[in-house]
């Protein structure tokens, strides 16, 4: 399977052009924590419980019509009365993420979208989307860990959180696959607002290229980001821009195993928590012992934190480390389980006067229906 570009996974189809599809998920984590600034959470468990229902309209072979709809019920260890780690332990879009958008004001309408297909000569296309949009569908894929539905729960080990990627927002995607083995996308947003509470437009490539040698497909892509000139600078007394350029490598090594890569910078001018992130891990097909539908992951995340920390901030951190380990078990071809087990790290810089930081286990168990 070729990662260059999005689509829809599972659907169930209503007429010959018309598909309804998703995803049901839930999951429930336990956190052990040590060294905790909040005792009371030292020893504590949540659940979530997010359903994204889409809509796939095809009226010709070249045109598409898309939306997604996104609820939840419960935040899961992202409720700030529990929270500890500064990353999200499950990435998955949660109550609280699901209003407001972007400071919009819109709730619930995660993508809407209309994309028209050009072809060419043979294996030559260019795709072109407008409408709201997610910056994730189209930049930042990866083979083994892009889907914190089947695959790693950690925000660390799903996309690059130091890439910046906005989602659900009025944009612009262009998407130029050339023979199934070089593909170029890239993605224009408006997005309501950052962190600062203004408006922003968001710019992104990315190239990738795959190949396919005897031991098994690899794809290998580069991806550079750029926000405008409204994000607020460590000092908070002016303006800056923001820029990212990561690295994203898959690699299947025969049929049982996989690899995978992701390495990225930004730069500080602007105020941000992490300045880069080394992450990489290992796939195992359940293939290798006669059941298909699952598999194992082992991953792991360094990320260093910013050298200027945003001016007040009381969360000066110094560095996050991510360790996951996780066996999804395939029920059939819509329904899976997956246990999982997440050992997390933030050190904090002693200015920040909040002592070593939180380290600790995050045990989990998640259940997921693709339709």
Do not use: C
């Not at 052009?17 to 600034?37: C, R």
């Not at 499950?90 to 979208?113: K, Q, V």
């Not at 820029?243 to 390495?263: E, M, P």
């Not at 930081?357 to 989990?364: A, D, H, K």
């Amino acid at each position: 399977m070729v990662v260059l570009f999005a689509g829809p996974a599972w659907a169930m189809e209503i007429t010959d052009t018309f598909f309804i599809g998703g995803v049901l998920a839930g999951a429930y984590q336990h956190q052990e924590v040590d060294n905790s600034a909040n005792p009371d959470n030292e020893s504590i468990g949540r659940g979530a419980l997010p359903f994204q229902p889409e809509l796939h309209w095809t009226p010709t072979k070249k045109d598409e019509v898309f939306a997604k709809f996104g609820f939840a019920a419960g935040d899961g260890l992202l409720d700030p009365d529990v929270a500890e780690f500064n990353l999200a332990p499950w990435a998955a879009d949660l109550e609280s993420d699901l209003e407001n958008l972007n400071g919009t004001g819109r709730d619930y309408l995660l993508t809407a979208w209309y994309k028209h297909t050009f072809e060419f000569d043979s294996g030559h296309s260019i795709g072109l989307t407008g409408g709201i949009i997610d910056a994730t569908d189209y930049l930042d894929q990866n083979e083994y860990s892009n889907d914190e539905y089947t695959q790693f729960m950690n925000e660390a080990l799903v996309n690059g959180p130091n890439a910046f990627l906005p989602s659900y927002d009025v944009g612009a995607a262009l998407e130029w696959q050339y023979k199934e083995r070089f593909g170029v996308n890239a993605v224009y947003m408006n997005v309501g607002e950052n962190d600062n509470g203004r408006n922003f437009n968001f710019y992104g490539v990315q190239f990738g290229y795959r190949i396919q040698p005897k031991i098994g497909q690899g794809t290998y892509r580069v991806l550079v980001n750029y926000g405008s000139e409204d994000f607020a600078d460590p000092t908070g007394t002016k303006l800056e821009s923001r820029l990212s350029y990561f690295l994203s490598f898959d690699q299947a090594f025969g049929k049982n195993f996989g690899g995978w890569i992701r390495i990225g910078n930004q730069n500080e001018d602007a105020a941000v928590t992490y300045t880069a992130l080394y992450s990489g891990g290992f796939q195992i097909n359940g293939t290798i012992y006669g059941r298909e539908a699952d598999a194992i992951g082992i991953g792991y995340g360094y990320l260093p934190g910013a050298d200027q920390p945003e001016k007040g901030s009381d969360n000066l951190i110094d560095s996050t480390q991510v360790a996951e380990l996780y066996w999804k078990f395939g029920l059939n071809d819509y329904v899976s389980v997956t246990a999982d087990a997440q050992y997390m790290v933030d050190d904090y810089r002693p200015e920040a006067g909040q002592g070593e930081g939180p380290s600790g286990f995050i045990l989990g168990v998640r259940a997921t229906v693709e339709f």
